[in-house]
């Protein structure tokens, strides 16, 4: 059974970092298609970022050139790194694995993380 617990989140003002973190058992973490999704309230979840098995990345434009994602797969890891942080960003954030990359996203999602949330005040 995979299972993911995330961390790393909290409250920074406009223009902080947070970095979070995803750790993964249970399962062959490398050959998974990984990423963050994010839920603001009153919205619908959304991708963030995914790191396919293959090391293929990809970001949603609101957070190019800001967020990084990247994971050790020695420590079952991934992270997402969130630099010049946004009020837009509030939100909470999941960790997904998934079992395919598809149209440059995971798709058909295995397991999720209980959610870390993520405040930026301005």
């Known amino acids: 059974q995979v299972q993911l617990v995330e961390s790393g989140g909290g409250s920074v003002q406009a223009g902080g970092s947070l970095r979070l973190s995803c750790v993964g058992s249970g399962y062959a973490y490398s050959t998974y298609c990984m990423g963050w999704l994010r839920q603001a309230a009153g919205e619908q979840r959304e991708w963030v970022s995914v790191?396919?098995?293959?090391?293929?990345?990809n970001y949603t434009d609101p957070v190019k050139g800001r967020f990084t994602i990247s994971r050790v797969s020695a420590k079952n890891t991934l992270y997402l790194q969130m630099d010049n942080l946004k009020p837009e960003d509030t939100a909470t954030y999941y960790c997904?694995?998934?079992?395919?990359?598809?149209?440059?996203?995971?798709?058909?999602?295995?397991?999720w993380g209980q959610g870390t949330q993520v405040t930026v005040s301005s």
């Open positions: 997904a694995a998934a079992r395919a990359f598809r149209d440059g996203w995971c798709a058909d999602i295995k397991s």
């Open positions: 790191l396919s098995a293959s090391g293929s990345t």
